[in-house]
Nanobody, 125 residues
């Protein structure tokens, strides 16, 4: 069974940090692109961070640039999202995604067919 299994969400205070994990099950997580999206209630699903496996280059939405870092651990078949300096507006459900058809970074959620189950991140005092 092809799955992306997420972990690491939860409640954190403003200015705090969290690390999300996305582990592949049933396949090797080595497609061209892996990424993270988030969706807050009433808002569009937003692409926020992506990594190219070919050269390790990373791409970020302006809303998270300088605060979030995407990385990959091939030995653990896992992609991570390190989130620092969290703000209340970061509150959302976060999803990891990939697709073997996506050969270059796309911020469009419709291009991706493999998704994690989503994990809630809440930033509040």
């Amino acid at each position: 069974q092809v799955q992306l299994v997420q972990s690491g969400g939860g409640l954190v205070q403003p200015g705090g940090s969290l690390r999300l994990s996305c582990a592949a099950s049933g396949f090797t997580l080595d497609y061209y692109v892996e990424g993270w999206f988030r969706q807050a209630p009433g808002k569009e699903r937003e692409g926020i961070a992506f990594i190219m496996n070919s050269d390790g280059s990373t791409y970020y939405a302006d809303s998270v640039k300088g605060r979030f870092t995407i990385s990959r651990d091939s030995a653990k078949n896992t992609v991570y999202l390190q989130m620092n300096g969290l703000k209340p507006e970061d509150t959302a459900v976060y999803y990891c995604a990939t697709d073997p058809r996506v050969r270059y970074v796309s911020f469009d959620s419709h291009d991706y067919g493999y998704w994690g189950q989503g994990t809630q991140v809440t930033v509040s005092s």
